[in-house]
T-cell receptor, first 110, second 115 residues
C-alpha cells in the first residue's frame, strides 16, 4: 500500500478539548504536510513541515516531526465543532510525488 | 477562476465504457497531480506532471489509465474499459514548481460511478 499509518483512525472529543493525531511512515521524506477534508470545503492544506524542522505552529495547530522515529503528530488545541473533518498526513518523498495516509476522522461534539 | 476546477462533478457510466475527466489547474501552477479516493479512504497517488519533465506515472493502477497535460495547463485523465472497482472520487491538485514547498491546491473532484 502507498499509504502510511495514521492513528487513531477515528477520534471523538468535546469542544474545547485538544485533539492529537499521529502519522508514521517508512521512507525518507523531503517534507510532510497535513491536510483537512470535510464535505463543505473539500481538501485543504493546513501546514507543511520540512525534514530539517522539528516543530511548527499555525494558529491552534502544532505539528511535530521526528525523522529518527519517522513520525509526525498534529495537535489541535481548543477544538471547535467546525474542526470536525478528516485529517491526512502527506509525505513528499522526492520531487513532487506525494503519498497520503489513510486519515484520522475527528468528530468534535458541541 | 481562482481555484482548481474539475469537470464533470459527477459521472455515471456503464462497465466497459471509456471516460475522460478534466482538470483546470490554478493559472501559473506548473505542477499538476491526480489522485483517487475511494469511499472512506485516503488519497491514492496516480500521476503528476511538472513543467516539461516526463510525468511520474508510477501510481497508475493499470494500463487502462492514462493522462495528458496539454500546453502545460489543462489535464485529462482517461480511463478505458471502466470496471466497477474504478468507482471513486478522482481529485486533481496543482502547485507551484518549488519542490519541497509544494502546498497543493485541490479541486472539488469528480465522482465516478461505474455500474
Amino acid at each position: 500500500s502507498q499509504q502510511g499509518e495514521e492513528d487513531p483512525q477515528a477520534l471523538s472529543i468535546q469542544e474545547g478539548e485538544n485533539a492529537t493525531m499521529n502519522c508514521s511512515y517508512k521512507t525518507s521524506i523531503n517534507n510532510l504536510q497535513w491536510y483537512r477534508q470535510n464535505s463543505g470545503r473539500g481538501l485543504v492544506h493546513l501546514i507543511l513541515i520540512r525534514s530539517n524542522e522539528r516543530e511548527k505552529h499555525s494558529g491552534r495547530l502544532r505539528v511535530t516531526l521526528d525523522t529518527s522515529k519517522k513520525s509526525s503528530s498534529l495537535l489541535i488545541t481548543a477544538s471547535r465543532a467546525a474542526d470536525t473533518a478528516s485529517y491526512f498526513c502527506a509525505r513528499v518523498t522526492g520531487g513532487f510525488k506525494t503519498i497520503f495516509g489513510a486519515g484520522t476522522r475527528l468528530f468534535v461534539k458541541a | 477562476g481562482a481555484g482548481v476546477s474539475q469537470s464533470p462533478s459527477n459521472k455515471v457510466t456503464e462497465k466497459g465504457k471509456d471516460v475522460e475527466l478534466r482538470c483546470d489547474p490554478i493559472s501559473g501552477h506548473t505542477a499538476l497531480y491526480w489522485y483517487r479516493q475511494s469511499l472512506g479512504q485516503g488519497l491514492e497517488f496516480l500521476i503528476y506532471f511538472q513543467g516539461n519533465s516526463a510525468p511520474d506515472k508510477s501510481g497508475l493502477p493499470s494500463d487502462r489509465f492514462s493522462a495528458e497535460r496539454t500546453g502545460g495547463s489543462v489535464s485529462t485523465l482517461t480511463i478505458q474499459r471502466t470496471q466497477q472497482e474504478d468507482s471513486a472520487v478522482y481529485l486533481c491538485a496543482s502547485s507551484t514548481e518549488l519542490a519541497g514547498d509544494n502546498e497543493q491546491f485541490f479541486g472539488p473532484g469528480t465522482r465516478l460511478t461505474v455500474l
